[in-house]
């Protein structure tokens, strides 16, 4: 596994992270529930392999992500860097925070928080909540008690943000130490920023590097871009994020063993992109990028549906016939999701809530109806 210092932590993190949104998952009596032997056997897979970075949140797997990864890393807690996140809302206050802190260090089983993030903000969340209400100044508090060891933020807003973001809490005397936010070979729209804080000392991390699987198909994008065989998209769209400087971690959330494997050894290969390469991978991406007019990450922040429609799965589908050309493997995809129940645009009711929770604030609806024509023809 190849190691990065992460900005002026102290730390070295692994070139590859472990994101624990995506672990499996089984039906109970109770609802579901995080399928625990899979995961003790991903985690500690990912930890033999060299992998010191687990990122998890509250809200991840109905729930249940912040225990499953407190279980499964029982045996080597003090060996590993665990990143959280702490979720925003008016009004929460310095009590409020606190309050979230401490059931996340129950649920994960441990006396501290390597990396304590404030959750996907903006400006008026940094502005509003977290400098109007005191968080930043009990997340202080906390770091001096050991609760917290680092404070940092995610991000999904202008890139302009990050700079406010960022000096702003420096200038306050309590800075920022890691920034977690969106890149990749078809989303690159805050590396300038992403270069600004990690030259201020900010460790890096960089999350939908294969953009929410819509850069997981095998093709021969590399070979047509570089004239060299053939490799894996995913490999590419991984190596293309490690090849930037300015980022310290490629964070993946990874469902299956398998994918750990994969992962992995692409994160350990010492054959690392010139600058040149890289150079001409990204500037062949931006001519390209007119194929992804519906920027899906994946994330699934839409779900759950009101009418259980996946609207993350039926974008897919469409990446899969826009971006890639796969038209027919996009159709049989549609046919299978339907033959089995899969609700469409025809059960939507046009609630909004899956709007009003998208971070890439895409028009889901519109784009929804669109592609479900365009499937089912």
Known sequence: MNYREFGKTGEKI??????????????????SAVDQDKVDEMISCAYENG?????TAPGYCSGHSEAALGKAVKGFRDKIL???????DKGMGREGYRRLLESSLTQLGTDRIDFYHFWGINRADF???????????????????????????????HPSAIKHIADTAEARGIPMESMLCQYNLLDRSNEEMMKYVHEKGLGT????????GRLAAPTDLY??????????????AFKFCLGN???????????????????????????AFSAEEWEQLGRAMEEIKKFSELYCTGCRYCQPCTMDIDIPRIFEMYTYCNVYGLKDHAKAMWRDYVEHGGKTFDD?????????????????IKNLEMVCELLKD
């Open 245 to 271: 400087p300015d980022l310290c971690c490629a964070l993946s959330g990874m469902q299956t063993l398998d994918m750990v494997k994969k992962n992995v050894k692409v994160a350990s290969d010492d054959t």
């Open 14 to 31: 692994s070139a590859l992270g472990f994101g624990c949104m995506r672990f499996p998952e089984v039906e109970t009596s109770d609802g």
């Open 51 to 55: 992998v010191n970075y687990f990122d």
């Open 82 to 88: 665990i990143s959280t996140k702490c979720p925003l």
């Open 223 to 236: 070979a047509k871009l570089t004239g060299k065989p053939s490799i894996a998209t995913y490999e590419l």
């Open 348 to 364: 939507c009711i046009g609630c909004g809530a899956c709007e009003d929770r998208c971070p890439q604030h895409l028009e889901i």
């Open 127 to 157: 502005d509003d909540l977290i400098l109007g209400e005191g968080l930043l100044e009990e997340a202080a508090k906390a770091k001096e008690e050991g609760l917290i060891r680092h404070i940092s933020f995610s991000f999904h807003d």
């Open 205 to 212: 991390v960089a999350m939908g590097p294969v953009g929410g």
